[in-house]
C-alpha cells in the first residue's frame, strides 16, 4: 500500500470532556493522538464543537514527518488566547494539510478507581 493512501486529511472525535478535576498523582486529560508517517510536517487545524455555544476555532498543532504527537487538548489555545473549557462536552475536527491517522484518548482520574479510554476517530477523507 502507498504511504500516499494510509490515513485522512480530515477526522472527527464525537466525544471528548477536559474532566474539572483529578485524583492522586495523575491529572486527567483528553489527547488526539496523531500518526504522520509521512515526510512532510503535519499542521493541524482542530475545530470544537459544543451543545450550547458555537464552535471554538482556530486551535493548532503540529505532529513532525515520521512521527506521532499526543496533542494535549487542555495546552491547546488560540491566537485570541481562548482555551477549551472545562466539563463541557465536546466534539473535535482535525483538519491536515498531510494524510494522518487520528486516535482520541481520555485518562479519567475524577475518582481513585481511574479510567483509561481510546478510541479511533472517524475519517472523512
Not at 483528553?30 to 487545524?45: H, Q
Not at 473535535?92 to 485518562?107: D, F, G
Amino acid at each position: 500500500m502507498a504511504k500516499k493512501s494510509i490515513g485522512a486529511k480530515v477526522w472527527l472525535i464525537a466525544d471528548s470532556f477536559l474532566p474539572d478535576r483529578s485524583t492522586g498523582d495523575m491529572k486527567s486529560h483528553e489527547a488526539a493522538c496523531v500518526l504522520n508517517i509521512s515526510r512532510r510536517p503535519a499542521k493541524l487545524k482542530i475545530t470544537v464543537y459544543f451543545e450550547d455555544r458555537e464552535p471554538l476555532l482556530g486551535l493548532e498543532a503540529e505532529c513532525p514527518a515520521q512521527r506521532t504527537a499526543h496533542v494535549h487538548l487542555e495546552s491547546l489555545k488560540n491566537r485570541r488566547g481562548e482555551m477549551i473549557p472545562i466539563a463541557k462536552p465536546m466534539a473535535l475536527m482535525v483538519e491536515s494539510n498531510v494524510n494522518v491517522v487520528v486516535q482520541h484518548t481520555r485518562l479519567d482520574t475524577t475518582q481513585p478507581a481511574l479510567a483509561l479510554m481510546t478510541t479511533m476517530g472517524f475519517p472523512l477523507r
